[in-house]
């Protein structure tokens, strides 16, 4: 770790709460279409349409939310009330306007770093919401730059390191998904801690083959001040 020069950070469930809210909503949704379905397969079809519409929607409430409507009418077979729809679109404006939850640590660990290294956040999501998020969560005096991309893979990481004109190998990574946060950086010879949050979408888990991949993992935010 003695060549870092900067640490980007993950946001969403590495700085402060998001996937809860993500499954609370899911939780809601399959009851208001419990008519239709079975909550296990409202679930499944949800996260299906989901991940076929990333490459139109990207990350995000707001795909989330379309994803829900389609999910809706399609389940129904287009029968679905206009009062469950309108009950969609405030759950997605409920989570928008959902308090910023920094977790525990988080402060404490970017007090201590601030001014030794140059950090960034580095995170995917909908522009305008994380930005918003950014600006509610009263850290963002911490960072120097902020970076959302619509993906978190090798080539976007290379992108990266170019943007900030580092070696891989003075860059640090902290975050709470292996596929997105950890492993890319591995593979272009970054550094990268995973601090694991107690949720995880199913779309960010890995295989147990490659967990073995050469990574730190701290229990929590707190513990990656141990490396550095």
């Known amino acids: ?55 139109v929607y990207g990350y995000g409430v707001k795909g989330f939310v379309l994803s829900m409507v389609e999910c809706a009418l399609e389940l129904s077979n287009y029968q679905i009330n206009q ?4 009950r969609i679109l405030n759950i997605g404006k409920e989570m928008l306007e959902k308090p910023i939850v920094l977790l525990d ?12 290294y140059k950090l960034i956040v580095a995170t995917k999501g909908d522009l305008l919401d994380q930005e918003r998020k ?11 730059h ?11 990481y290379n992108k990266l390191v170019k943007h900030l004109d580092i070696h891989p190998s003075e860059l640090l990574m902290i975050g709470n998904s292996l596929k997105s946060d950890v492993l890319p950086l591995i593979s272009i010879g ?10 995880t979408w199913a779309h960010e888990e890995v295989t147990e083959e490659q967990k073995s991949e ?8 707190k513990e990656i001040l141990t490396y550095l």
């Not at 009062?83 to 309108?86: E, F, L, V």
């Not at 970054?190 to 949720?199: N, R, Y």
Request: charged share 30%.
């Open 83 to 86: 009062q469950t729809i309108d």
């Open 190 to 199: 970054a550094s990268a801690i995973h601090v694991p949050f107690h949720t």
């Open 146 to 156: 902020t970076e959302v991309m619509s993906e978190k893979k090798v080539p976007d």
């Open 214 to 221: 050469d990574y730190k993992t701290a229990g929590n935010i």
């Open 1 to 55: 770790m003695d060549n870092i020069k900067v640490i980007a950070f993950d946001a969403d469930d590495t700085l402060w709460v998001n996937e809860t809210y993500f499954r609370d909503a899911e939780n809601e949704f399959a009851k208001l279409l419990s008519d239709y379905e079975t909550e296990n397969k409202i679930h499944q079809e949800l996260f299906k349409k989901e991940i076929a519409n990333l490459s």
């Open 105 to 116: 640590g988080v402060e404490e660990v970017l007090q201590a770093l601030h001014g030794k």
């Open 134 to 144: 950014l600006e509610k969560s009263g850290i963002l005096r911490y960072f120097h």
